[in-house]
């Protein structure tokens, strides 16, 4: 019974603390928090496809972007960008 109390207590108090970070959770929360890090959101709506990856490493290389968004990252948010044109 104890073991259970306590138990619980630690998942509850995980959740707590895991609901209350701001940390990016979905691809779209990483793209919003990473590239609004410097200038508002840019509207990449009518850019095609192809250019997105080219617009992230230029922010990346060219505007030291490098600093907040990490390659792994550049390829998440270049994957949700581009899912977003399928749609
Ligand atoms: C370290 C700062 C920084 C971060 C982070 C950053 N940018 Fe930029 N961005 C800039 C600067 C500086 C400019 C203006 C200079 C220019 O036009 O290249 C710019 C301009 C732009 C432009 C307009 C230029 C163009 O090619 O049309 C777009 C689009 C853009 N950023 C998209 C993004 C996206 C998407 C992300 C996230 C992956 C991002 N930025 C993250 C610094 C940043």
Known sequence: MKVVL???GALVL????WLWTDIP???RQLYESRCSACHALADLSRRPSDELVNIIET???RNGA????????AEEIVAYLKSLKRN
């Open 66 to 73: 490098a600093s907040v968004i990490s390659e792994t990252e």
């Open 25 to 27: 959770r979905t691809p």
């Open 6 to 8: 306590v138990v619980t």
């Open 14 to 17: 995980i959740a707590g603390v």
């Open 59 to 61: 922010m990346r290389h």
